[in-house]
């Protein structure tokens, strides 16, 4: 997997910082932390699909994942978006520990989404909005599980040496071996 899934991921990784702030913390913190337009906007989005998991009353289970992505996986979205940019190889365990926490918490999600029953509910739409947020960690997981180190070293001076690269825990670089 190359430059542009890693740019990919990054991009990702930054989209989800307002919808994080914006729209999921709506579903735990009360409608005074927001501006008015970003409530139409959750509104507009419940009437036209029917959420059950963001549409109030929220089930304490459910909040205690909103929880957790505002606490745990906000920071990592902030650090991962400029270790994906800057590939930074410190970054390979944080990845595996979002990875396996967001796979994790997503089966109970999609769980629940598949099995919901209501009138105007748009299952597959719904599913299929939450989609990204299984797959694309999934992804993560895996080229972070499976890849060490996480960025290959590019480029001329890469060929010669590992000096491109900071090491996984993002100490200083192995000295380079010149035959």
Not at 50 to 63: E, I, S
Not at 70 to 96: C, E, S
Not at 125 to 145: E, N, Q, R, S, T
């Amino acid at each position: 997997m190359g430059r542009l899934f890693e740019l990919l991921i990054a991009l990702f990784l930054l989209i989800h910082i307002p919808i994080t702030l914006f729209g999921d913390a709506q579903a735990v913190l009360g409608p005074e932390w927001f501006h008015p337009r970003m409530l139409d906007v959750m509104q507009g989005y419940l009437g036209t699909y029917h959420d059950p998991l963001m549409t109030p009353p929220h089930k304490p289970w459910f909040k205690s994942m909103i929880y957790l992505e505002l606490f745990l996986q906000l920071p990592y979205f902030i650090v991962g978006f400029y270790a994906f940019v800057a590939r930074k190889n410190w970054i390979r365990i944080p990845t595996i520990i979002y990875g396996t926490s967001v796979v994790t918490t997503m089966v109970p999600i999609f769980f629940e989404l598949w099995h919901h029953k209501a009138p105007g509910y748009n299952q597959v739409m719904v599913c299929a909005f939450y989609a990204p947020y299984l797959f694309v960690p999934l992804a993560m997981l895996l080229k972070a599980a499976f890849s060490s180190p996480m960025f290959k070293p590019r480029g001329r001076a890469a060929s010669s040496s590992h000096l491109a690269q900071d090491s996984l825990w993002g100490g200083p670089p192995a000295k380079a071996k010149w035959v």
